[in-house]
């Protein structure tokens, strides 16, 4: 519409007038996806957003998705100012490791290296020794338990347990998960792939150990997209958050993409697997932010260096 693309063509200006770069999560509306590769940000997956932020020489980075990324923009960056369309956008994951019960956790196991995954507040940051997101959770752990270590792992259980059993790492799990990805159904989906036997399946290891087995591909946002352009296939389906569907299409029209099953599964809604806090972004909030510098994201400066140490860590791992 003409107001859409009214409120773009501001954004697009004070990006400039402000030093301001757009990064955006796959999962957050489309517009904020195509303005922030327009513009010469980036739309990618937890760990890219982080690197993109970190190396970027814009003075402001414009988060779009949820208060982790947020934060982990500005641990990397304290002197860069770090803005977020809605800074009640959260995630159940960092709601569900508070953390004072984190430390409680950790004492009980002295003798365990601690991986923190990205979905976690600061505070619970500045206990890890190292941080992983999705995309090379995997990969840390397995050097890591090559290297003689026993794992404590927090907070997603589901991700956990996925890397327990492909690692046979020795790990204590934390009990939390994402309320989206949790709703996946396996009975649903083997449904589903009777009904498109030639599909492919992408699954996101935030997902049910009995859906991560229906899986061909495992893997982060970005690792799902490289998977429907690398695999010889022209039907996919997909558990994970269906913000991630606007991509998949847009890069391959020629392809199929369906929704994994959920719970809400329904004739009317198809699948319900929408993140409710990345919902909470939108040009609108982009916009204001921009004219008023309001919604910075703040991190205790206290907590910076200890936070940014299992985060660089990461980083380096991964380059
Ligand atoms: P990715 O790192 O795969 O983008 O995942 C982030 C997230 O919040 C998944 O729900
Ligand atoms: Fe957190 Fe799940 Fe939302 Fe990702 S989709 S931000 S893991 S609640």
Redesign the pocket.
Known sequence: TAEREALKARIRTLLRERDAVMVSHY?VHPDLQDLAEETGGIVSDSLEMARFGRDHPARTLVVSG?RFMGETAKILSPDKTVLMPDLDAT????VGCPPDDFAAFRTQHPDRTVVVYA?TSAAVKAQADWVVTSSCALDIVRALKDAGHKILWAPDKHLGGYIQRETGADMVLWKGS????DEFKAFELEALRREYPEAKVLVHP?SPAAVVAQADVVGSTSQILQAAATLDAKVFIVAT?NGMMHKLRQRHPDKLFLEAPTAGSSATCKSCAH?P??AMNGLRGVLQVLETGLNEVHVDPALIPRARLPIERMLAFTA
């Open positions: 999962y949820v995630c159940s994951l960092d979905n994402c309320v989206v990805h935030e958050d993140c806090w990345m």
